[in-house]
């Protein structure tokens, strides 16, 4: 006779079995074919756990698998989630019934990290609308002409960094990504704050604005797990509390905010900065206190940072190791600013067509956010290509591959072809839209899309007007996306030749 003690452990994994079987055929009972591969408890996220692979690889690998599927589901843990492949079902969700999916999934815990929280990316609601309509301001097309001044005097920066490097060497031997974020550092310093960024500096500067991002974003295993837990599990950090923003660094920006207004109170002239953007605004009405200015400059600096110089990173990888892509692109910006009177100029930017399709295309095959994440907050019925319909509740989670639509060759021929002129004026009308989102799409487009835009564009005219770029041997091909980094961050590093023209 089997003892009371036995009876509760066969009673009790008995039960567990029954509730793990619940839980992981979710999917199978809705008619949604299920990603294979999952572990219990884990669901299919074991191999991002143990830092094999990204979430961005992941999701992509579940996308190319199932090439006659609408939708997949797949398990986070113990979350189902929907992955939709169908540009239907993904204008759906980011644009025609948006109000049904006006939420993000990626979340932070508000007291782990309280500027964070107040990110266009992360807030919902009248929140979202605010801090959104305040960014839009901020971005407008006369504001970003009055940044731009800024971004020149960086530029000029830039250059003298390199040309001090190639008085003792013909090519200078650097990694894209590091050089880059010291660009992108410095722009975010002087345009964003009106401060200096000390990025350029012969000797590494503790509060130089591309350390400050280093450590942040450096990928490394422990950065890597603690990033992928706070993003991916935001249920269990509701107990760990574990935040993305480093403490040290939250403080650095509320003093550095604190400090700048009150300068600028005593001033009676105007800078060209997003600070004084941010001033200009409470004028019109808008109630700032400091924190919501430290939020927003917060907002500036990672947005503007990090993003941008891993994408002028993947440009660079691109101009380096496409020769004739690189030159054509510098007989553009040397022609260009010939006729805006020999000057880099605002509108000389916007001339420059053939740039606009370089980076269109490496973004397209490098995005630096490999994902997007939705959260269902209506119910609403989806209907795929395939004639798959689906009920969705509020709180499903929605996960698009941007990756994953980027390298599909049901929307681009031959894809793992850098080919610039798929965004020319005679072939983009081709071009399924919903199969590119480099900045996302609908309401919830990247409100800083614009500036990035305007200081990679200017980054660039500068390096093709007096530099030559060629790949080095210490980069490892074909580029492999670190599995550390929940952006696109190439392993072991872009490493070029940088030489004067």
């Known amino acids: 006779m089997a003892s009371p003690l036995l009876t509760l452990v066969v009673g009790a994994f008995a039960l567990l079995c029954f509730y793990l079987y619940i839980k992981y055929t979710y999917w199978k009972r809705y008619g949604v074919p299920t990603a294979k591969g999952w572990y219990p408890f884990v669901g299919h996220i074991w191999s991002i756990v143990m830092g094999k692979i990204g979430y961005t690889e992941m999701v992509r690998e579940i996308y190319d698998d199932h090439k006659d599927s609408s939708v997949v589901g797949i398990y986070k843990a113990m979350k189902p989630v929907l992955l939709i492949r169908d540009p239907n079902l993904v204008k759906s969700v980011l644009q025609s019934n948006f109000p049904s999916f006006s939420d993000n999934g990626n979340k932070v815990q508000p007291d782990a990290d309280p500027l964070l929280i107040k990110n266009p990316f992360f807030t919902n609601g009248e929140e979202w609308k605010v801090g959104r309509k305040r960014l839009t301001y901020a971005f407008s097309n006369v504001r970003l002409r009055t940044l731009f001044t800024a971004v020149c005097v960086v530029c000029k920066k830039l250059t003298d ?12 031997e650097v990694e894209m990504k590091y050089l880059f974020s010291k660009f992108t550092g410095e722009v975010v310093a002087n345009a964003g704050l009106g401060i200096e960024g000390l990025c350029f500096e012969d000797k590494v500067h503790p509060n130089a604005f591309d350390q400050i991002g280093q450590t942040m974003f450096k990928p490394s295993l422990l950065v890597g797990f603690i990033n992928q837990l706070i993003l991916l599990l935001p249920e269990i950090n509701r107990f760990l509390k574990l935040s993305f923003v480093p403490k040290n660094v939250d403080k650095y920006f509320r003093k550095i905010v604190t400090e700048n207004l009150e300068i600028r109170r005593k001033e009676s002239t105007p800078r060209n900065d997003f600070i004084q953007l941010m001033i200009d605004l409470q ?3 808008e109630t700032l206190d400091i924190e919501s200015v430290a939020a927003h400059a917060l907002s500036f600096y990672i947005d503007g940072y990090e993003t941008s110089s891993i994408t002028l990173s993947f440009i660079g990888y691109q101009l380096a190791a496409h ?3 690189q030159e054509k692109l510098r007989s553009e910006v040397k022609s260009t600013i010939e006729k805006h009177g020999g000057e880099l100029t605002f509108d ?8 606009d399709f370089v980076m269109n295309e490496s973004q397209r095959c490098y995005p630096a956010l490999g994902y997007m994440s939705k959260l269902c907050t209506d119910e609403i019925e989806l209907e795929g ?3 798959l319909r689906l009920r969705m509740k509020p709180g499903t989670e929605i996960v698009i591959s941007i990756d994953g639509l980027h390298r599909d060759e049901k929307y681009w021929p031959d894809p793992d072809t850098f080919d610039p002129n798929r965004f020319s004026d005679e072939r983009k009308q081709t ?3 919903m199969a590119f989102l ?3 799409e609908g309401p919830r487009m990247c409100v800083g899309m614009r500036m990035a835009l305007l200081q990679m564009k200017a980054c660039l ?4 007007l007096n530099y030559k770029i060629e790949l080095s041997p210490r980069t490892q091909l074909p580029l492999k996306i670190s599995p550390s980094s929940f952006l696109s961050v190439a392993e072991g590093g872009i490493w070029v030749y940088i030489s004067k023209l």
């Open 161 to 172: 960094f390199l040309d001090k490097r190639l008085k003792s060497t013909s090519k200078y």
């Open 283 to 285: 004028k019109t009405g």
């Open 323 to 325: 020769p004739d892509v």
């Open 348 to 355: 000389a930017l916007k001339d420059m067509t053939y740039m």
């Open 385 to 387: 290509s395939d004639g």
């Open 431 to 433: 071009i399924e839209k």
């Open 438 to 440: 480099p900045f996302g």
């Open 461 to 464: 005219a500068t390096m093709m």
